[in-house]
């Protein structure tokens, strides 16, 4: 897969593969959240009990108070080339109007890596949950999707000086369920389909997507800036005239300042700064 002419060095040596991914059977299951408990541990048993080892988390219509999160923010150091803001707080909370959460392993112990929009104290916001910190406010439904044969398992990444989800396979490798990470400089719309591509696939919808990426360029709407952080509101892969797998991808986008776009992704201007996490149910 081509790197987008739009590219950021990392502090540390490139990975030599770029796009990675495990595959195994789609599980889904609903459930409701228990108030009082950490966004984490709200999601953790039930996942365990549909023996869902990585997978996502639909953030939709979830109550969160208190609820504390982070926004993208410029480095501070020459060890990274992006940071996070001071963590803000919301303690009457919020309800998340659309987000998506990354499901796996941190430390032996389950976790979360999520991203949202929301409307707040000071109007509409959108940033990164500090999935530990944050709470259940009310009982709330949940979907969730996975499988159990593979995980996402968090793990430093010596080439951006972060600790990362990436996917780990764990059992046969079956299935139509995909977990895959796209590292720095892939494109986001190139690496989503260059992943249906490798498991045989030229249709698929895209479950979940969440990371970083250089600046944004949307239909309509761009940022220039870098960082930028986005989750995937919705995304299909479907042939093209030439039978070639095409993705469709809109995202939600916030920079270091607090300024949120939205829309259709522009293929081949979108770089990938840190990682973009994806999970795609192949059809």
């Known amino acids: 897969m081509s790197p987008s002419p739009r590219r950021i060095v990392q502090p540390g040596p490139p990975h030599p593969v770029r796009i990675e991914s495990a595959i195994g059977h789609l599980r889904e299951l609903s459930f409701t ?31 969160l108070a208190p609820f504390d999160y982070v926004i993208p923010s410029l480095s501070p150091d020459a060890e990274h080339v992006a940071f996070y ?14 987000g998506t959460a990354t499901f796996g392993q941190r430390d032996g112990a389950p976790f979360l890596h999520a991203h949202a929009l929301w409307h707040g104290s000071a109007g509409v916001a959108a940033g990164h949950i500090l999935p530990l910190d ?4 009310t009982a709330s439904e949940v979907r969730a999707s996975g499988v159990a044969e593979a995980e996402m398992r968090a793990t430093p990444d010596a080439e951006t000086n972060f600790t990362l989800f990436g996917p780990v396979q764990l059992g046969a490798e079956a299935g139509r369920c995909v977990l895959g990470r796209l590292r720095p400089n892939e494109d986001l719309v190139g690496g989503i389909e260059a992943l249906c591509q490798r498991h045989g696939a030229t249709r698929a919808t895209v479950l979940s997507g969440i990371g970083s990426t250089i600046g944004s360029r949307l239909d309509g709407a761009r940022i220039d800036t870098t960082p930028t952080e986005f989750f995937i509101r919705r995304g299909t892969v479907a042939p093209d005239a030439t039978g070639r797998a095409r993705a469709e991808i809109e995202t939600v986008v916030v920079d270091h300042t607090g300024t949120i776009i939205a829309g259709r992704v522009i293929p ?10 994806i999970v795609l149910s192949l059809t």
């Open 268 to 277: 081949g201007l979108n770089p990938v700064l840190i990682c973009a996490e």
């Open 85 to 98: 803001s001071e963590t803000r707080r919301e303690p009457g909370g919020v309800r998340i109007e659309s």
């Open 33 to 63: 959240a228990t108030p009082g408990l950490s966004l984490v541990d709200a999601v953790a048993g039930p996942l365990a009990a549909a023996c869902i080892r990585g997978g996502t988390v639909d953030l939709a219509g979830l109550h």
């Open 134 to 137: 944050s709470r259940i406010g």
